[in-house]
Structures are given as C-alpha cells and as structure tokens.
C-alpha cells in the first residue's frame, strides 16, 4: 500500500542547535540544507522486523539531496516547538505509515555535502523499534522500500556504497559495532 500525501516543506522551522544540542534559533529547511548547511536537530530511525531484517528505503527523486539513494527506515527533523518524541511518530507515520515504540540508541554530529546543492549539517538523534507491520510508504518521500538482511545489506554497502546515504552508512557502523546485541535482543 501507498499514500503520496505530502509532509515535507521547504519553508518548515528546524531548531539550530549547537554541538551540546542546545536551541540557539530556527531556521527553514531549504536554509539549514543550503551551502555547507547550519546545525540543526535530526533523527533516524532504524525498524527492525521479527527475522532481524531491517526496513531501509530508496529516498524519493524529489528529495533535493540525495535522491534515489538508499537509507534507513526513515529520517527526518523535528520542527520548532516539536520534542523528538513527538516527530518520531510524526515520521513515522507520514512516511511508511507505522505506529511503533521506538529506543533512543545515540546521538552524533556529522556535515556531508550533496554535489553543489547543498548539504546535511546535522545533530542526529538515532531511534530503533521492532515491527511487523506491513509499511504503507508514502511515494512522495519513498521510491522504493525493503527489509533486508542485516549481513546481507552490509556486504551491498561494502560492494557499492555509492547507492547509500552518507549517515546511513555512518549510523549503520556504530549499531553494528556498539548495538547490535541490544537490538536483536528487543
């Protein structure tokens, strides 16, 4: 199943942070991903399944940047006046359609430039929850979606890691490395 109602603005308020994740302003979307970027508040969420394979999606050829790329369950910013939990489910909904709880695993910051076009600047906060749910993506924020397996998409990433979102690769080596007992323990 799919919907294709549109959730994301190029004119919504992000929250600028600074590298302790304290508010310092707002910003629109299109500013904070313009030029080199500005800090601002992210997540991701990584959904796992029962078999322990994990929901990743291509990201829609609208996305500004990186589009058609590979990458986690579903990433995204809360909004002004939004706490995390509160654009987690918010997220989660608009795009693959799933209510879910989620497990704060990490917080990192990471900047990564899109060709000229802009860039990610960002304090992201990375979200894991199991589902079994079948994902009604939302088609103008997903191309494509799949559950994979955890080996298997790592062994794809080492292969062509071009296909894939810089912090997807980056988040997906610290779950690997520091979380990968608690999440298949869920």
Known sequence: MTNNRQ???????????????SVTGHSTKDRC?????LLHRAFSIFVFNSKNELLIQKRSAEKPLWPLFWSNSVCS?????????EAVSRRLLDEVGLQLPVQFLFKFQYQANYKQLGAEKELCSVFTGRCDDQPIVNDSEIADWKFVNFDKLQNDIDARPEKYTPWFKTELTRIRKDFSDKIFTM
């Open 77 to 85: 910013h809360p909004r002004r006046g939004e706490d995390y939990p």
């Open 33 to 37: 991903h313009s030029g080199n970027g």
């Open 7 to 21: 959730v994301s603005f190029h004119d919504e308020a992000l929250i600028l942070v600074d590298g302790n994740d």
